[in-house]
């Protein structure tokens, strides 16, 4: 079979790939990726905007440093909200969701952005899982911690 040209129909979008999915405010209210509902922050939204309209402004643009806004308490928090309702297990630490929040999750999250400023942060090792496929071979899986997956 003889192989064809594909040729993009969208001129922005030459890579076939999707847009940004905080095109307006009704998109805003509930996230529809792996079944979840929740609802994006304000502040996080406003940050994901900016960004947004500035990158549209300016194509050529490129964002160098974004590091400092990893650390900022509304974005650390909504992550962990992401990671929590995702419902994972405990990676190579044993630590759980439930066991970080039965601790204190404002400490949690305060000694993470304190690592994260400092850049003393430090992922831990992922957990493997092998998955069996329907060929008899496997497939890996990575388990992060906790903390390396809210970052």
Not at 120 to 136: E, F, H, L, N, S
């Amino acid at each position: 079979m003889a192989e064809r040209l594909v040729v993009a129909t969208k001129p922005g979008n030459a890579g076939g790939a999707k847009g940004p999915q905080f095109k307006n405010n009704d998109q805003r209210k509930e996230s529809t990726e792996i079944g979840m509902s929740l609802t994006t922050p304000e502040s996080v939204w406003n940050f994901q905007r900016s960004l947004q309209a500035k990158a549209k402004a300016n194509p050529a643009l490129r964002f160098y440093s974004l590091y400092d806004k990893i650390y900022r308490r509304d974005v650390l928090a909504f992550a962990w909200q992401r990671c929590r309702s995702n419902g994972g297990s405990a990676g190579v630490d044993g630590q759980t969701f439930e066991q970080i929040e039965s601790a204190g999750l404002g400490a949690w999250l305060d000694q993470l952005t304190e690592e994260l400023k400092s850049k003393t942060y430090r992922p831990q090792a992922v957990r493997r899982v092998y998955i069996p496929k329907a060929d008899g071979k496997q497939r890996v899986l990575g388990i992060p911690t906790v903390g390396s997956y809210c970052t």
